[in-house]
C-alpha cells in the first residue's frame, strides 16, 4: 500500500517552524539555512495546497490549516518516536542489555534478578530473551547468555550452569501407564527440545534401556513448552537441571526414576571482544557469576 505522505524533511521544517513560529529558529534546531526551512514549507505547502503560515516581516502565523495540521504532526512525531524507543532502545547509552534463551529468562533468572536490581535501583537493565543461539550481534545487546559446550569465537564465556538432565512427567501420568522401569519409557511420548545436543539417548544410554527408540515423540522448541506439555499429561520431558528445578519444586512435574546424568552443555555468559563494554557490563557479570556459584554449592 503506497502512503500518501510528504517528505519527513519538509514535516520536520514545519512543526519546527510552527513551534517557534520563526524560520530562523527553526533553522538553528534543525542545523539548516534559513533559506533551507523556508523552501522545506514552501514545498509543502504547494504539495498539500494549502497555506499553512502567514507570513509578516518578523514573524509567522499559523493559518487556521496550519493550526489543525500542526497536532497531528506532532502526534505522529511523538508515535514515532515512542515506536523506535521500544523497539531500538531509547538509552542505548545507559541501559544494560543482556540477551538470553527465554527458558534461562524464565526459570533462572527472573528469579533471581530482583537481587541485582534491589541492590543496584538506579542501573538500568534491558532482557531480551532468543530461542535459537545466534550470532552475538554488538549493536543490539551488551551481554549474550547461551547454551551449548563453549567454543565460541571473539567472545569472553563463563560458565553459569552444570547441568544434569532426568525424565520429568506429570503426576497423574504413571497412574494411566506406570513407569517402574527406564524401558517403560517405550510407552509413552517423548518430548523433545530442539537445539539441543545431549538428549534421550544419552540418558536411556545410562539409564540402559535397550528397548526406547531415542528419537520417537514430539519436536519442541524451548524447554517451557516442552514442560508445560509433560505437565499438561502429553507426554515425557527431559529436564535439565537448570530450568527444571522450579517445574519440580511447584509439584507440576515429577523425576519417576532416581537416575540424574551429567552433561557438558550448559549456559554460558558471554561478553565481546575487541570493543569497549558498557559501563555496567562488569557489575552485572560479577553478580551473575556469583549468584551461579552460589547455586551451584546449593
Keep these: 500500500m503506497q502512503l500518501d505522505l510528504p517528505p519527513l524533511i519538509w514535516l520536520r521544517a514545519f512543526e519546527a517552524a510552527a513551534r517557534h513560529l520563526s524560520f530562523t529558529d527553526a533553522a538553528k534546531e534543525l542545523n539548516l539555512t534559513q533559506a533551507a526551512i523556508s523552501k522545506h514549507v514552501k514545498s509543502l505547502e504547494f504539495s498539500l495546497r494549502h497555506q499553512l503560515f502567514i507570513r509578516h516581516p518578523r514573524s509567522l502565523q499559523l493559518t487556521k490549516t496550519g493550526e489543525a495540521y500542526l497536532p497531528k504532526v506532532r502526534d505522529a512525531f511523538e508515535r514515532l518516536a515512542v515506536g523506535t524507543r521500544e ?34 535501583p538506579n542501573k538500568n537493565i534491558r532482557i531480551i530473551s532468543s ?46 501407564r506406570p513407569l517402574k522401569r527406564p524401558d517403560d519409557l517405550r510407552e509413552h511420548r517423548l518430548l523433545h527440545v530442539l537445539g539441543y545436543q545431549e538428549g534421550w539417548g544419552i540418558w536411556l544410554n545410562a539409564a540402559k534401556a535397550k528397548t526406547v527408540d531415542p ?83 546449593s
Excluded: M
Excluded at 549493536?139 to 520429568?168: A, M
Excluded at 520417537?216 to 517451557?224: A, F, K, M, P, R
Excluded at 570493543?275 to 556459584?293: G, I, Q, Y
Design 87 to 120: 523497539v531500538f532502545g531509547g538509552r542505548r547509552a545507559k541501559e544494560l542489555t543482556v540477551r538470553c534463551a527465554v527458558s534461562f529468562a524464565v526459570n533462572w533468572l527472573a528469579p533471581r534478578l530482583p537481587e541485582f536490581l534491589d541492590c543496584n
Design 215 to 297: 528419537g520417537q515423540g514430539l519436536q519442541l522448541d524451548t524447554s517451557l513448552t516442552a514442560f508445560e506439555i509433560a505437565a499438561e499429561g502429553g507426554g515425557v520431558a527431559l529436564g535439565r537441571l537448570s530450568v527444571a528445578n522450579r517445574e519440580r519444586k511447584s509439584g507440576r512435574l515429577f523425576a519417576p526414576f532416581d537416575l540424574e546424568v551429567p552433561i557438558d552443555e550448559a549456559f554460558h555468559l558471554l561478553e565481546p571482544l575487541g570493543r569497549d563494554p558498557h559501563p555496567d557490563a562488569a557489575l552485572f557479570v560479577d553478580w551473575l557469576l556469583e549468584a551461579a556459584a552460589r547455586n551451584r554449592v
Design 131 to 176: 530461542v535459537w543461539n545466534d550470532a552475538f550481534d554488538t549493536d543490539v545487546f551488551d551481554l549474550d547468555i547461551q547454551y551449548g559446550t563453549g567454543g565460541w569465537s571473539n567472545v569472553r564465556s563463563h560458565r553459569l550452569t552444570w547441568e544434569t538432565i532426568t525424565p520429568l512427567c506429570a503426576p497423574g501420568l504413571v497412574a494411566k
